[in-house]
């Protein structure tokens, strides 16, 4: 080989490889620091009804393990898309989270909520979500997905979900102890949860509710429902959100006799569709949620 040619070729060697290192080291500067904190579980999960693999992502009140509390037991919070709760490392479309485990741990400090056990539970991942979380096919989906099969989701929650968590953990049991919540799908499949199993949970929280599916069949379904949940929250923003639907849900839940003591509705101007924004209503939401009950269920 011609020194010349030799020469050039070691030294485009070396350039790709000095283009190597920088880029290696500005993605390792970009990185994000995992923002996971408190007394938080996963654990692997295996459920009968949906075959995709999951962790559930347990949040223990502090205190938890001490001897003095041993015989306390607490109430749960149930929200879905787990991986989007606690920790931008495994957050599934952005580096954001939801901040649960931040704003809890500062709401039971500052009394504004009793100390409760949060469980995150996963979904199937990018491409099981919409097919765990729609009960009917969603025509605005891209790719769609062919086999919607959420309406399996009351039965995977109530008999596989709940059951493993009042047993391997100190709640208390019962409905009137529950909260579910979740946002966008998420939350469209919480709504439907309680719509389909009546008086399975005492609280609802539901952020950038997705409703609108098969002609807004849930809305309709949920027409006929006679007993909702004892206290709800909804949050929308303003920025490419559902506000139309959101206030139809409203007065869905106004004709029910939800008042303003049992139903709490936020229109945030300028906010989006993002973990970014339902974190900064969170706190909000949970006091409202866990402010004293005159009446279970």
Same mark, same amino acid.
């Given at each position: ?13 070396? !350039? ?59 109430? !749960?919070? /149930? ?37 409760? $056990? =949060? !469980?995150? $539970? ?38 596989? $979900? =709940? ?7 100190? =709640? ?16 469209? $499949?919480?709504?439907?949860?309680? !719509? ?8 609802? #929280? ?5 409703? /609108? ?5 849930? #809305? ?31 007065? #869905? ?9 049992? #139903?709490?509705? =936020? ?31």
């Amino acid at each position: 080989m011609p020194r010349a040619r030799l020469a050039n070729r070691r030294a485009t060697t070396a !350039v790709r490889a000095l283009l190597q290192t920088v880029l290696a080291a500005a993605l390792g500067a970009q990185r994000t620091p995992c923002t996971a904190t408190g007394d938080l579980e996963i654990v692997p999960f295996e459920s009968k009804v949906f075959s995709a693999p999951r962790n559930l992502r347990i949040l223990l009140p502090p205190g938890y393990r001490l001897q003095a509390n041993r015989s306390r037991r607490y109430p !749960v919070l /149930y929200l879905n898309d787990g991986q989007n709760l606690f920790d931008v490392c495994t957050s599934m479309y952005q580096a954001e989270e939801w901040r649960v485990d931040e704003t809890v741990d500062d709401l039971i400090a500052r009394k504004r909520i009793p100390p409760i $056990i =949060v !469980v995150g $539970i996963d979904n199937g991942g990018r491409r099981a979500r919409p097919r765990e979380y729609l009960p009917w096919a969603d025509e605005t989906l891209s790719p769609p997905e062919p086999n919607p099969q959420g309406l399996q989701y009351p039965r995977f929650l109530l008999d596989e $979900i =709940v059951p493993f968590v009042e047993l391997r953990y100190r =709640v208390q049991p019962g409905a009137q102890n529950r909260v579910l919540g979740g946002s966008s799908y998420g939350a469209g $499949i919480a709504l439907f949860t309680v !719509v389909m199993r009546p008086g399975s949970f005492a609280g609802l #929280l539901l952020e950038s509710p997705s409703v /609108y599916a098969d002609d807004y069949h849930l #809305l309709k379904d949920a027409e006929a429902v006679q007993q909702w949940p004892h206290r709800v929250f909804i949050g929308v923003g303003t920025v490419n959100e559902p506000v139309d639907d959101v206030r139809k849900l409203k007065a #869905l839940f106004e004709k029910a006799g939800l008042r303003e003591d049992r #139903l709490h509705v =936020v229109i945030q101007e300028g906010a989006a569709h993002s973990e970014k924004w339902w974190a900064q209503r969170l706190p909000g939401a949970l006091a409202f949620l866990y402010s004293a009950r005159r009446s279970a269920p």
